[in-house]
């Protein structure tokens, strides 16, 4: 039987890789199967495309050429990680996926939203998550969670304007795609966020009894 496919999405800052770890501590204690991954990243080319999308020296990075690297990045991450545990039947935890492409590069950067489902065809075609959590944190917020903005990170030095534009663009997302996927309030303690996703898991059938 094909895995479950769980995708994390949020601004930077919003918690998503504590929420993965805290999920995956509780998934190991029911004996459920899983793995942790990334985008950009989760594979040895994938995560090679990272360093050059994230790289603050390449700040002149057209936003075309961005979109295009994700869309790269995720078919090799999907083809070399996501796929081959899918099969396996294992839960696939992924720190974000196309809808932040959608989000930071559709909303944020302004690129026809025709056009990043073009390019993520292969991956909204076939491989599209079974729930995607938005982690609902306005940007400002999540980035005084992580003390500011990495001064390496490309992504996140783009500026205000943007990551605001970014979780406007979430919020927009969740409309359209209202099925897809749940918000979820992270403005308590990571510990009651983590019950908020797992009672959410469990009322789609995802998680637990």
């Given at each position: 039987?094909?895995g479950?496919f769980?995708?994390?999405e949020?601004?930077?800052?919003?918690?998503?890789?504590?929420?993965m770890?805290?999920?995956?501590?509780?998934?190991?204690?029911?004996?459920?199967p899983?793995?942790?991954?990334?985008?950009?990243?989760?594979?040895?080319?994938?995560?090679?495309?990272?360093?050059?999308?994230?790289?603050?020296?390449?700040?002149?990075?057209?936003?075309?050429?961005?979109?295009?690297?994700y869309?790269?990045?995720?078919?090799?991450?999907?083809?070399?990680?996501?796929?081959?545990?899918?099969?396996?039947?294992e839960?696939?935890?992924?720190?974000?996926?196309?809808?932040?492409?959608?989000?930071?590069?559709?909303?944020?950067?302004?690129?026809?939203?025709?056009?990043?489902?073009e390019?993520?065809?292969f991956?909204?075609?076939?491989?599209?998550?079974d729930?995607t959590?938005?982690?609902?944190?306005?940007?400002?917020?999540a980035?005084?969670?992580?003390?500011?903005?990495?001064p390496?990170?490309?992504?996140?030095?783009?500026?205000?304007?943007?990551?605001r534009?970014?979780?406007?663009?979430?919020?927009a997302?969740?409309?359209?795609y209202?099925?897809?996927?749940?918000a979820?309030?992270?403005?308590?303690?990571?510990?009651?966020?983590?019950?908020k996703i797992?009672?959410?898991?469990?009322?789609?059938?995802?998680?637990?009894?």
């Amino acid at each position: 039987m094909r895995g479950r496919f769980i995708a994390f999405e949020g601004c930077e800052g919003a918690g998503k890789s504590t929420q993965m770890r805290l999920l995956s501590e509780k998934m190991t204690s029911a004996g459920i199967p899983h793995i942790l991954t990334r985008e950009p990243g989760g594979s040895h080319i994938s995560e090679a495309i990272r360093r050059i999308i994230l790289d603050g020296k390449n700040g002149d990075m057209t936003d075309e050429c961005e979109a295009l690297l994700y869309a790269a990045a995720r078919a090799q991450h999907l083809a070399d990680t996501v796929v081959p545990a899918l099969e396996r039947g294992e839960t696939v935890l992924c720190d974000r996926y196309i809808f932040s492409s959608f989000a930071y590069q559709g909303y944020g950067r302004g690129l026809s939203l025709s056009f990043l489902k073009e390019i993520n065809a292969f991956a909204a075609e076939n491989y599209m998550p079974d729930l995607t959590l938005f982690l609902d944190i306005p940007s400002s917020h999540a980035f005084a969670r992580k003390h500011g903005a990495d001064p390496h990170d490309r992504m996140e030095q783009a500026g205000e304007a943007f990551h605001r534009r970014v979780y406007e663009g979430y919020k927009a997302l969740l409309r359209e795609y209202p099925h897809a996927i749940a918000a979820v309030d992270c403005s308590g303690t990571k510990y009651e966020t983590s019950a908020k996703i797992a009672a959410l898991l469990q009322s789609r059938g995802l998680f637990g009894g």
